[in-house]
């Protein structure tokens, strides 16, 4: 068993991975990871497939040892490149994507096991058993064999046997993945509950970034293996750092402004100025030799004035726009649009509660947009 060695981290840090990689075939799938997270949280690891998410919490687990860097939980070592701490003496339970029941024990045995190997029996190992299932609504399925329930049940069963457990540490690897849609969001407040009652700490690794957003306290989304931002997921959503965020996160366009020398809008601030973001794009497309930067636009703050007639000189006048596309979304209507002046055009996202045709003209007034970092 490793010695115990303690991290020079902050008293609120719980887990800390510091500097962590991971190579396969010479190639770095996690890269100079830094993470600090704090004791009960829930916090999504976001990201394409293939970011390095689930080598990421493979390695905080305890089934892969970094290349370089470490991880420390509440001050102890657990992992470097000459320490290893074993997966069963974490503190840390995890649930998988494929559940991973025992296909042979039934739903308590399989949520008893772990207990019973720490030498718990008798009426305090039935005790702890439906309590977890209790907490997964499932104390009437204890008898049932895994083969016997839906996808659904199985990953309660695979949480209760976690909780049962009591780990300081969660991880959870894509855990609705294999369900259905309906499903996914009842199993979202499930989650939600039971992160609230254990008082645990949550990892959560997912590639959708809308159960990223309905579950977590925060999101750090990885991309090519490295931390791209950490942040709430209001704020991910709002105040993303770089085009690649803007473009993952949520629905929205990256146009190109022209930033005059002295731009009266700062790094770190909305624009809100509806005249200077319409002279900016009408600069852009008129193909300015000035320097461009991209912002974001949400749809959300786009306006679609239906009459081109509306459209006139005045700095804060709608854009004119051709509607390339109209698709019917149930509560609203999604509008593709091209912006275009007579040398250039950039697309934009709107939403409409009234469905628009293919080619009409239309004007459109942004409200708001996010200036993002350069490239
Ligand atoms: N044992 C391994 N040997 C070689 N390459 C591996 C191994 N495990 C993972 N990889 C590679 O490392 C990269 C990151 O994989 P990882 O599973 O961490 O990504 P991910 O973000 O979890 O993706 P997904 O969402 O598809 O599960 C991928 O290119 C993958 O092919």
């Known amino acids: 068993m490793a010695q115990l060695k303690t991290a020079p981290a902050a008293a609120a840090d719980h887990l800390v991975l510091r500097g962590l ?22 916090l999504a690891l976001l990201g394409p497939s293939g970011c390095g998410k689930t080598t990421t919490l493979r390695m905080i687990a305890g089934f892969e040892q ?29 649930v998988f994507q494929s559940y991973a029941l025992w296909p042979h024990m039934s739903v308590a045995e399989n949520v008893g096991y772990a207990l019973r190997l720490r030498g718990m029996r008798g009426a305090d ?10 907490q997964v609504e499932l104390a009437d399925k204890a008898d049932a064999m895994p083969h016997a329930l839906s996808g659904g049940q199985k990953q309660r069963v695979a949480l209760a046997r976690c909780l049962a457990a009591a780990p300081r540490v969660i991880l959870l690897d894509e855990p609705l993945a294999n369900l259905d849609r309906h499903l996914r969001r009842t199993m979202e407040s499930a989650f939600r ?3 609230r009652s254990s008082g ?27 931390l791209v931002q950490r942040a709430t997921p209001q704020r991910l959503y709002q105040q993303p750092r770089t085009a690649w965020l803007a473009r993952f996160i949520g629905q929205g366009s990256v146009l190109h402004i022209e930033a005059p020398a002295a731009a009266p809008w ?20 008129q193909e300015s030799r000035r320097p461009q ?6 749809p ?34 999604e509008v593709e649009l091209a912006l275009t002046l007579p040398d250039a055009c950039q697309q934009l996202l709107a939403f409409s509660p009234r469905p628009y045709t293919a080619g009409a003209m239309v004007g459109v007034r942004i409200a708001r947009a996010w200036p993002l970092a350069q490239p």
Do not use: W
């Open 21 to 42: 990689q991971r190579n396969f075939a010479h190639r770095a799938v996690v890269r100079a990871l830094d993470l600090r997270v704090p004791r009960g949280q829930f």
């Open 66 to 94: 970094p290349d370089a860097g470490s991880i420390h939980l509440d001050g102890r070592l657990l992992s470097d490149t000459s320490t290893h701490v074993a997966p069963e003496l974490r503190g840390m339970g995890m």
């Open 125 to 134: 190992l039935r005790r702890a058993v439906v309590q977890a299932l209790e």
């Open 193 to 195: 509950r039971l992160h």
């Open 200 to 226: 645990a700490t949550f990892l959560y690794v997912t590639h959708d970034q809308g159960e990223a957003m309905a579950l977590a306290d925060e999101i750090a989304v990885l991309h090519e293996g490295q």
């Open 266 to 285: 700062q790094d770190g601030r909305f624009i809100e100025d509806c005249a200077l973001l319409h002279t900016g794009l009408r600069h852009a497309l």
């Open 293 to 298: 930067r991209q912002v974001l636009v949400r």
């Open 300 to 333: 959300e703050h786009v306006t679609l004035i239906p009459s081109p007639e509306s459209v006139d000189s005045a700095q804060d006048a709608p854009l004119p726009a051709r509607v390339t596309d109209c698709v019917f979304k149930g509560e609203r209507y």
